[in-house]
T-cell receptor
Framework: AQTIHQWPVAEIKAVGSPLSLGCTIKGKSSPNLYWYWQATGGTLQQLFYSITVGQVESVVQLNLSASRPKDDQFILSTEKLLLSHSGFYLC?????????????FGEGSKLTVL | GDSVTQTEGPVTVSESESLIINCTYSATSIAYPNLFWYVRYPGEGLQLLLKVITAGQKGSSRGFEATYNKETTSFHLQKASVQESDSAVYYCALVRRSNNRIFFGDGTQLVVKP
């Protein structure tokens, strides 16, 4: 069975500090990977997606970047956090885009920027 | 652009009452998007509730149903008799498979009173 693990579960960070959120998928080779963000009370917004190692497409510009260093790993980062980065970050995977497009989500990482 | 609009929450119903959460979509670049309902139970991750990829078809799961109506561009979620365990946040979503985009509604919090 496939599993998806996100880390950390929660972070409290200062404005201007760096951030790195991670996501690992086990049990599935060459998944499509996604990062979503949800501000408190807001809509889930797709930030990035990746269909293969080393290739990441940006969907929404939030002064964040993403990388896929390994087939099973997706990293979200920034060198300088803004207050507006606070929220809930979800990583997701899909087997491929030739099927229905169903996503499988991780538990999420809650980020509070002070 | 593509978007999803759903019933604003919270929606409060008593156990054994019927439920409908409205969802309408705008898919300007997609003739027939794939449609989904996702659910987040308290303390759990976001997970698929049901999906329909063919216009005119109905999806069902855990007593919930939703019919893909392309004439009214709607995908309303219904249940004849809710249970307290159905309390959760429900998200309607559409998928634009051509460029790996999935659009979520704002989510509807359902509170079922015993």
């Amino acid at each position: 069975a496939q599993t998806i693990h996100q880390w950390p579960v929660a972070e409290i960070k200062a404005v201007g500090s760096p951030l790195s959120l991670g996501c690992t998928i086990k049990g599935k080779s060459s998944p499509n990977l996604y990062w979503y963000w949800q501000a408190t009370g807001g809509t889930l917004q797709q930030l990035f997606y990746s269909i293969t190692v080393g290739q990441v497409e940006s969907v929404v510009q939030l002064n964040l970047s993403a990388s896929r260093p390994k087939d099973d790993q997706f990293i979200l980062s920034t060198e300088k956090l803004l207050l507006s980065h606070s929220g809930f970050y979800l990583c997701a995977w899909s087997p491929d885009w030739g099927n229905t497009g169903q996503l499988y989500f991780g538990e999420g990482s809650k980020l509070t920027v002070l | 652009g593509d978007s999803v609009t759903q019933t604003e929450g919270p929606v409060t119903v008593s156990e054994s009452e019927s439920l409908i959460i409205n969802c309408t979509y705008s898919a300007t670049s997609i003739a027939y998007p794939n449609l989904f309902w996702y659910v987040r139970y308290p303390g759990e991750g976001l997970q698929l509730l049901l999906k329909v990829i063919t216009a005119g078809q109905k999806g069902s799961s855990r007593g919930f149903e939703a019919t893909y109506n392309k004439e009214t561009t709607s995908f309303h979620l219904q249940k004849a008799s809710v249970q307290e365990s159905d309390s959760a946040v429900y998200y309607c979503a559409l998928v634009r498979r051509s460029n790996n985009r999935i659009f979520f509604g704002d989510g509807t919090q359902l509170v079922v009173k015993p």
